[in-house]
């Protein structure tokens, strides 16, 4: 049987009618180097800045570098089984983290992926780890407070939400305890707190994580990850996903405190990643654009406005010191950056005063406006009589006689010194913090020794909470101090029952 010409061309005019393409395109190139978490790559002309590149073998890379001739790619994750002239290939994509209430109670690393053993993450919310910080329009002042649980600190540097409030000090002197108590004291506050743990020995970050769990902190915290095992990319990359993590429950009207730990193992991995780049160094042989690493990082936490939903992101970034030298490079970058520092000294640490913290060299440029009312009154001459008996101290060394008020003034400030220490782990609510603050402003603790100042204090709140438990409940619900006579009476009739009389 004979086909005619006409209904072949017919045949073929249907088939090119229905046909639809099938292909991919997608921009390749050639590994012309690697090593080190590094490598360099030709022909990806159209990447850009901080887009996710994949490897032959499934890695991804994140472009850094992108110069006339070829790119400069860091690796995320495993580098060893990289070659020279495998093919890499564009994803189109800017890096991003997996976000939302899926990672609340999780471990995971800097790309967002689960180290906990409890199984694959489910979120299809994404963002990315670079984004713009809000503008100052965008912005509200600091209003609320943040409670520590750190009577040192909720007295002397308060901290509001939406602050950025440094945490630096040398190695061994309590830093990240400090943080992690802030973290469980912000249990029933809702608060969601996020802590990102760079460049730590996976034994410690196990033990935080037991801590948080034990302490039932687990259930509103998430751990974001890179140990001092993983590529210096992964440690540079960690706080970012953490924020960019914060952001989505800022932007959905939720407030956030996030942990970093520590951000000078970060401009070291960060210095390591440049310098295998080939950026030029500058001083300490820190790229030129360190200062901006942390800037850009810390300027994303804020108070949003109203019309953005009203959440913040409160960041307490911590800063290792060697031998107390807040003047280093790092340090007062960062220092610059915050709204204020915790200044934490290795001498009071040995001497058993702890949290170790420096009234003098610590401020809070905001918590004071985010204060409560009550501790406004009850530590408003606190720092003043701290720094006075510190200097009064040093001149008791030389054995001079001295006068009355000057004796006075020594007693009050050891019995300050005393009640401002507190054990790890054990944050106190902010109405039992006024009370004892109250009785030691006003005089109630003169007369008790200094040795049993710690048991005046459990005794007051126990009696207070067994005949007075509506005091404690004036301070919480109006965030003011109760009548002052009838606080006077309390501790009166307490200390004439008890063995302090």
């Given at each position: 049987?004979?086909?005619?010409a ?10 090119i ?26 022909g ?14 499934g ?7 992108l110069e006339?001739?070829?790119i ?5 994750g495993?580098?060893?089984d ?7 290939r564009?994803?189109g ?28 993450i489910?979120?299809d919310s ?8 809000p ?5 509200k ?24 409030e ?15 108590d ?18 730590q020995?996976?034994s ?5 994580v037991?801590?948080l769990?034990?302490?039932g902190?687990?259930d509103?915290t998430i751990v ?7 590529p210096?990319p ?9 924020v960019?993590?914060a952001?989505?429950?800022m ?5 956030v ?13 960060y210095?390591e990643?440049?310098?295998l780049?080939?950026r030029?160094?500058?001083?300490e042989?820190?790229p ?47 220092i ?12 009071l ?42 200097e ?15 004796q ?7 019995r ?11 944050p ?8 004892v603050?109250?009785?030691?402003t006003h005089?109630f603790?003169?007369?008790i020794?200094?040795n ?9 709140y ?13 301070i ?7 009548d ?6 309390v501790?009166t ?5 008890s063995?302090?009389?």
């Amino acid at each position: 049987m004979a086909i005619s010409a006409q209904e072949i061309s017919a045949l073929i005019k249907q088939q090119i009618e229905n046909f639809q393409p099938d292909f991919d395109v997608t921009e390749t190139g050639i590994v012309t180097y690697v090593g080190d978490g590094i490598a360099r790559a030709h022909g990806l002309e159209n990447a850009m800045s901080g887009e996710l590149l994949v490897f032959e073998n499934g890695s991804y890379g994140m472009a850094q570098n992108l110069e006339t001739n070829d790119i400069g790619i860091i690796i995320l994750g495993d580098f060893t089984d990289i070659r020279e002239g495998d093919s890499i290939r564009r994803t189109g994509k800017i890096m991003e983290v997996p976000v939302g209430n899926a990672l609340i109670g999780r471990v995971v690393d800097p790309l967002g992926r689960p180290v906990d053993g409890l199984g694959e993450i489910i979120t299809d919310s994404y963002r990315p780890i670079e984004n713009p910080a809000p503008g100052v329009m965008e912005r509200k002042s600091v209003s609320e407070p943040l409670q520590t649980g750190l009577k040192a600190i909720d007295a002397l540097v308060p901290i509001g939400r939406g602050q950025r409030e440094l945490i630096i000090g040398d190695r061994q002197t309590g830093k990240t305890s400090i943080a992690i108590d802030t973290i469980l004291n912000q249990k029933g506050q809702d608060m969601i707190c996020i802590y990102v743990a760079i460049g730590q020995k996976e034994s410690t970050v196990r033990t935080q994580v037991e801590t948080l769990h034990q302490y039932g902190a687990m259930d509103y915290t998430i751990v974001v990850t890179a140990s001092a095992s993983q590529p210096s990319p992964l440690l540079y990359l960690a706080p970012y996903a953490g924020v960019s993590m914060a952001e989505e429950f800022m932007y959905n009207g939720k407030h956030v405190l996030i942990v970093y730990d520590d951000l000078s193992k970060q401009a070291v991995a960060y210095r390591e990643l440049s310098l295998l780049l080939r950026r030029p160094p500058g001083r300490e042989a820190y790229p030129g654009d360190v200062f901006y690493l942390h800037s850009r990082l810390l300027e994303r936490s804020a108070k949003v406005s109203d019309e953005l939903g009203g959440g913040s992101i409160t960041a307490l970034p911590i800063i290792e010191t060697q031998a107390g030298d807040i003047s280093a490079y790092i340090a007062t970058n960062v220092i610059s950056i915050t709204d204020g520092q915790i200044f934490l000294q290795n001498g009071l640490f040995n001497a058993g005063i702890r949290p170790a913290i420096d009234a003098g060299s610590s401020v809070s440029r905001v918590g004071g406006s985010a204060q409560i009312k009550a501790m406004k009154k009850v530590a408003g001459t606190l720092r003043i009589d701290l720094a006075s008996y510190r200097e009064l101290e040093a001149f008791t060394k030389f054995g001079s006689d001295l006068d009355a008020a000057t004796q006075a003034k020594l007693n009050r400030g050891r019995r300050t010194v005393e009640v401002l220490k507190q054990s790890v782990h054990k944050p106190l609510p902010i109405e039992k913090q006024v009370v004892v603050l109250y009785a030691l402003t006003h005089g109630f603790m003169d007369a008790i020794p200094v040795n049993d100042i710690l048991r005046f204090e459990t005794e007051l709140y126990e009696y207070i909470e067994t005949h007075q438990a509506d005091i404690f409940e004036i301070i919480q619900k109006t965030q003011d101090l109760p009548d002052e006579d009838k606080l006077d009476d309390v501790i009166t009739s307490f200390i004439n029952q008890s063995s302090f009389k």
